[in-house]
């Protein structure tokens, strides 16, 4: 057998990536499944991209090869929309690389940055790619916990001189996954100023940008003086429009920043369907008519999950951003026997927090992404759980005790 690459063996387990197989068994067995695991929800994308795909499939160009230029449509509506949502000017042809989903973009951008010797900082938990685009490049990874003493805010002024003196890349995400937490402004000024101090590329996760309630409006890094020496935003069409399986969404950046990505993706792909990319085009130009409703709708699934897991015994706050609730867990319950149990005995998925990384043991992530009615179902499965594992914890711990 030929021996993998040490970097290959460095890569933890994905936490997603057993568990379609997983639903698929129990849903084989008869059990009725309530998914809460990925952030994918059960609502329709758009009407007018459905049916411009329709429309543009038969069109032969659109069947080509995309190349990375892609539709310069979509490269121009992408900057349109940037400075419609956030007031910031970008060049549709220089600043903004079109991408097959983000993820993509995120963890092909590490190739251009990271190298043995080189560390990234990563938020653990977190988005996964951010630590598989590191490693994959054979670079270090620093994690920092996430845990609510620092709002789950990524302190650098506690990362050790040595490591910031290697590191050059940050990686950050607000509104976060999975915490939900939400960057404030000033926060996100002495970061830009000590990524610019210590000349690390700021790649800024914002999938979540417009998943945002009670009236908070999630900021581009780029409103943030300076920022644009040192960052490099994501930005996905899969969250905003219900749009995930189609794998469509941009960067922006700087042109020295946007290029050093797109070459990297000339070698490894060859341009996002060209058909897709115009039906993002109709999807972002309905974001008045779309956005504000398909929000509406997650608001009230966020207000009924927090009742429903509340009700059922565990201890959540409503959050101001993202599809999730972060969800702690009593001290001595491991976040993935509790995952386990909950999928094999109630058939509710979630995510332990030891799935994101070591940082996220004592959480479990839940995705507000069906139904209200379905969502209060699960949380009364996970409430028996819960129950069942709290009592036989505290008679374990009366045993060691020597309590009757
Ligand atoms: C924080 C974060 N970034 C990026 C992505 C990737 O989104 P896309 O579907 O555009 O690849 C996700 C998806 O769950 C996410 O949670």
Redesign the pocket.
Known sequence: MPQLAKRFENLPEYVLARIPQRKHELLKRGVDVIDLG??DADLMPPEAALRRLGEVIYIPQMNRYGFGLGLVQFREVVSAWMEKRFGLKFDPLREIVP?I????G?SHLALAYMEPGRVAIVPEPG?N?YIGGSLLSGGEVYKYALRPRTKFLVELDEIPAEVLKRAKVLYL?YP??PTAAVAPREYLERVVKRCRELDILLVY?N??SEMAFDGYVPPSIFEIDGARDVAIE?H????TYNM?GW???WAVARPEIASALSKVKSFVDTGQFMAVQAAAVAALECWDTFVPKNRAIFAERRDAAVDAFRAAGFECEAPKATMYLWIPLPNDIPSAVFAERLMEEEGVIVLPGSGFGAGGEGFFRISFITSPGRIAEAAQRAGRVLQAMTSKTARESRATAGVA
């Open positions: 990925a952030g991408l989903g983000s993820k993509e995120i988005y790619s995400n976060n996954n996760d999938a979540y994501f996905s069409l899969s969250k995930t794998r469509c969404g």
